[in-house]
C-alpha cells in the first residue's frame, strides 16, 4: 500500500502534527493532570484499571482537537482543558467497553485490561470514566456542549449495536459501513472539535465548520486505520498486521475485496470471516486478493475523499496557526499509512 | 423471617404503596411512553434489548419517587417526566451491565438479556441507555439536576467496583458493606429524590431532606432486598431464594452469621462463598446459621434503622398527600418481607 500511497504523493515530507502537538502542549499538560486526578478513586481498582489504559501510550488526538479548536476562536479560561479531558475519559470508557465486546487480548502492544482485570472490570471502570466525563462537562455549566457530547455518547453506543449487528455480514454494503464507522468513530471526532468553537462563543457558521472537520477526519481516521490493519507495521500502529481478520471484522478492505471477488473467492471470504479460518495461509491470501482487486488503495482513496472534505470545511475560516495544524492532521490522518 | 418481623410490627395493615402509584398514576403513563421512545433506534436491536428488560415488570419506585417528589413541592411542567425517565434509564442501564458483570441468568424470573443476545449487546445497549438518560437530563436544562445525577452515575459504578474488588471476602466489615450498597444502590435512589425539589426550586432544606430520605431508603431496600434473598418468596421477589448465596455474593446476612459464628462455621462460609459448595443442602445449613445468629433479623434491624432516618429526614417537612406516600414507601420496603 506505501507504493500506491508514495505515487498518490509525489514527494511530499512525512506528515506529523508537530503544530498541534506545540500549539496544545502547555494545555495538554493540564489535560494530562485532569486525567490523573479524576480517574482517581478511593477504590484502588478503579485508577489501575484507568491508567494502564491511559498511560498505554494513546496519541490523545481527540483532546488535542478540542484545544486547537477552542483556542483558534480566541478562548480563553480553563473550561476547554475540562472538555477536553471529558472526551478523552469517553474515548477510553468506549475502549474500555470495546475489548469487552470484542474479547480482545491486546491493545496498542499491551494486554487488555480485560486480559489482567477480567471482563468485569472493564466494563465497571468504563462506567466510572463516563460518569467522570458528564460531571466535568456539568461543571463546564454550557448546555450546548453538554448537548453535543450527551448526543455523541447515545451515538457511539448506537454505532456499537449496529456493528455487533453487522458482525460477520460480508453482505454489508459500503453505505452501510459508513453509518457505522460514522457514528462508532466520526460522532466523537464530530464533538470533541465543535464543543471548542461553542465555549468561545464562536458563529453557527464556526461550529458547523468543526462539526463538519470532525466528522469527516473520523471517517478518513477510522478508514485509515483499517487499511493498515491489512498492511502497516505493527511497530507504528500498536497493534498486529491481521488483528481485524483474525477477529472477523468486515471492515471496508474486506468488503471491498469480497464485493470484487468471483465465487470462488467469496467461499474463501465466508470459510475466513464466518468460519474463522484465518490462519497465516489465509491471512496472505486475503492481502493478495486485496491487492488484486485494489481493496487497500481504494479504502485510501476513500479516506482521501473524505479528507477532502474535512479540508473544505475548515477552507472558509480565516487563515490561523490553528486552522493550519488542524489541517495537517488531516494529512497525517491519511499519510501514517505510508 | 416473617415471624420475627411480624411480632416487631403487631398487627399492622400490610404496606402498599397505593397511594404513590395514584398519585404518580398520570406522570407515569408519560414516563412509560417517553421510555418507549427513547429507547427506540432505527438499529433494531437496540429497542429489543432494552423493552426486554424494561417491560420485565420492575415496580419502576425510582422515577416513582420523582415524579412524587416534583410534586410535593408544587411543580408544574414536564421536566419531571424527563428526569424521571432518565432515573429509570440510568437504573436499567445499570441492571443491563450487573448481570453482565455477576453472569447472571435470572432477573425477576425472566431470562436475562446476556442470555438471550449476549454480553456484547448488554454492555453497548446499557451504554446507550446511559447515554440517552444524559441526553434528556440535558434537554432539562437544569445544570443542578444534571449534576446531582451526572455525580450519582460515577458513585454507581463506584460502588459495583467496590463490590467486584470485595468479591467473595467474607472478612468485609458492615462498615465497608455500607460503603458499598450506599454507592450502587442508595445514590440513585437519593438523586431520585433530590431533583424533584431541585426543578420545583424548592429551598435548599427541602432539597437535602429528599436527598436524605432518598439515601436512606435506598440503603434500608438494599438490605432488605438481601434478607429476602434468604427467605423472601420468590414469586414476590422475581428471584429465587438463595441466588446470592448460589453466586457467592457478601450480603449483610453472609456478614453478620460469619463474623458471628464458630471457627467450624466459618470453615463452612468459607467453602460455600470462596469455593462455591453452594447445593441445597449447604443453603439450608446457611439460613439454619443465620437463623440462629440471628442474622437475617438484625439485617432487617438496620433496614429499620435506616428508614427511621430517611422517616425523620422527611419530619419538618408541611403534611402533604406526597409526603403521606413517601413514608408509606418506608413501610412498604421494610414490610415486604414479611
Chains 1, 2 share one sequence.
Request: aromatic letters at 6%; hydrophobic letters at 45%.
Amino acid at each position: 500500500m506505501g507504493v500506491v500511497l508514495n505515487l498518490e504523493q509525489g514527494k511530499r515530507e512525512p506528515a506529523t502534527i508537530q503544530a498541534l502537538l506545540d500549539m496544545t502542549a502547555a494545555d495538554m499538560g493540564r489535560v494530562n493532570k485532569l486525567i490523573l486526578s479524576k480517574a482517581g478513586s478511593d477504590v484502588e481498582m478503579i485508577p489501575e484499571v484507568a491508567n494502564h489504559l491511559i498511560s498505554s501510550g494513546g496519541k490523545r488526538l481527540r483532546p488535542m482537537l478540542t484545544l486547537a479548536a477552542a483556542q483558534m476562536f480566541g478562548y480563553s479560561g480553563e473550561n476547554h482543558v475540562k472538555l477536553a479531558t471529558s472526551v478523552e475519559f469517553m474515548h477510553t470508557a468506549t475502549l474500555l467497553h470495546d475489548d469487552v465486546v470484542d474479547e480482545s487480548d491486546l491493545r496498542r502492544g499491551k494486554k487488555t485490561a480485560r486480559t489482567i482485570w477480567g471482563n468485569q472490570a472493564s466494563v465497571l471502570v468504563g462506567d466510572f470514566l463516563l460518569g467522570q466525563a458528564f460531571r466535568m462537562m456539568v461543571e463546564v455549566g454550557s448546555l450546548e456542549a453538554l448537548d453535543i457530547l450527551s448526543a455523541a455518547a447515545s451515538i457511539i453506543a448506537e454505532g456499537e449495536v449496529m456493528q455487533l449487528a453487522a458482525a460477520k455480514n460480508l453482505d454489508t454494503t459500503e453505505d452501510e459501513h459508513f453509518a457505522v464507522i460514522k457514528a462508532k468513530t466520526a460522532a466523537l471526532f464530530s464533538a470533541a472539535a465543535e464543543v471548542g468553537p461553542v465555549i468561545a462563543n464562536a458563529s453557527k457558521n464556526d461550529r458547523a465548520a468543526l462539526r463538519s472537520y470532525g466528522t469527516n477526519l473520523g471517517l478518513a481516521f477510522q478508514l485509515i486505520d483499517d487499511a493498515l490493519d491489512y498492511g502497516g507495521s505493527s511497530k507504528d500502529l500498536g497493534k498486529n498486521t491481521g488483528d481485524d481478520f483474525r477477529e472477523g471484522k468486515v471492515t471496508l478492505p474486506v468488503i471491498l475485496a469480497y464485493r470484487r471477488g468471483t465465487s470462488d473467492e467469496r467461499a474463501f471470504w465466508k470459510s475466513a470471516i464466518e468460519d474463522g479460518n484465518t490462519d497465516e495461509a489465509a491471512l496472505e491470501r486475503a492481502t493478495g486478493l486485496m491487492t488484486r482487486h485494489g481493496a487497500i488503495a481504494d479504502t485510501i482513496g476513500r479516506a482521501s475523499h473524505f479528507g477532502e472534505i474535512a479540508r473544505d470545511a475548515l477552507a472558509p475560516l480565516a487563515a490561523t496557526p490553528q486552522k493550519s495544524a488542524l489541517i495537517e492532521v488531516i494529512d497525517f490522518c491519511i499519510r501514517r499509512v505510508v
